[in-house]
């Protein structure tokens, strides 16, 4: 009696021992998976009816998830496509109405008739900055790949940015200086740094009541910031809202300049906050650091 309880011991112990090592090699194979995004279905060496079932259910699960994942890959494909038809439907009759504008002002001679066309031209192309920003918060919205990350002097790349927009600075009567600046590497999208940086010059473009200030500061993280003055009287973090208008009674547009800014910072995994302090407002934006 003691021989065979302990030979159904030693294979109870035994059995245990098979199913760890198989409950293991589902828990590698899962892993692997996740690591190395295979399509790999789930196999077992040990036939156990639990085991074979839980397997099964892991499978159909793993199935589902990536047809989901498909179909998701293809809608945002499609709204891309859509996007793309929009913008170009849209960018077609205000290129007309602009180049018949211009027609037209080559054309009157009274003053006032010309200040009113002029007027008009103003407000066509505010239009067109809203659906270029519109269909670029879009498009960003629904991109699927991930920020292609890069060692970047933030700085140098900042000081280029505005030396690019140096004559729309200069039509607008506007500068931008940059103060305080620290030697500083942030871990980031190139490109979608550039599109942060340049919304940033023209939100002072727009709203500065003077010169503005960039300033880049070394901490735990990569972070820069833009202040001017300004009569800004909401809530600051009210800004980064999609077409936020502070005073919806006037004519003065809303905007996505800073949506888009927030949006591309947190893609890059940074965050984004605005504050008022003396008159001026202050927009920073804080990336990784790269050393």
């Not at 010059?201 to 010169?211: K, Q």
Request: one cysteine or more; glycine letters at 6%.
């Amino acid at each position: 009696m003691v021989l065979i309880l302990s030979a159904v011991i030693v294979i109870l112990v035994g059995y245990v021992i098979l199913l760890r090592k198989q409950v293991n090699k589902i828990n590698r194979q899962l892993e692997k998976r996740r690591k190395e995004n295979t399509r790999q279905p789930i196999s077992l060496e040990l036939i156990d009816s639990g085991l074979t079932s839980l397997a099964g259910n892991i499978n159909r699960c793993l199935k589902s998830e990536e047809k989901l994942r498909e179909e998701t890959v293809r809608r945002e494909k499609e709204q891309k496509e859509m996007i793309a038809d929009l913008s170009h439907d849209l960018r077609t009759p205000l290129t007309a109405i602009k180049g018949y504008q211009q027609l037209l002002m080559a054309t009157l001679t009274e003053e006032g008739q010309r200040e009113r066309l002029r007027t008009a031209q103003k407000h066509a192309d505010e239009l067109g900055k809203m659906i270029e920003q519109f269909f670029e918060y879009s498009l960003f919205s629904y991109k699927a790949s991930e920020p292609k990350c890069e060692r970047i002097n933030l700085g140098a790349l900042i000081a280029e940015c505005i030396a690019e927009m140096v004559p729309v600075l200069e039509e607008h009567k506007l500068s931008i200086r940059m103060k305080e600046t620290d030697l500083v590497y942030a871990k980031a999208d190139k490109e979608m740094l550039i599109r942060i940086i340049q919304n940033l010059i023209r939100n002072c473009l727009a709203y500065a009541e003077s010169d503005a200030v960039v300033r880049v500061v070394k901490t735990k993280k990569a972070v820069f910031s833009f202040g001017n003055r300004t009569t800004v009287t909401a809530d600051p973090d009210r800004l980064f809202v999609r077409f936020y208008r502070e005073d919806r009674s006037t004519s003065r547009p809303g905007g996505m300049g800073l949506a888009i800014v927030k949006l591309l910072a947190e893609q890059m995994g940074g965050t984004v906050r605005a504050r008022k302090k003396d008159g001026w407002l202050w927009i920073y934006v804080e990336l990784p650091s790269d050393g």
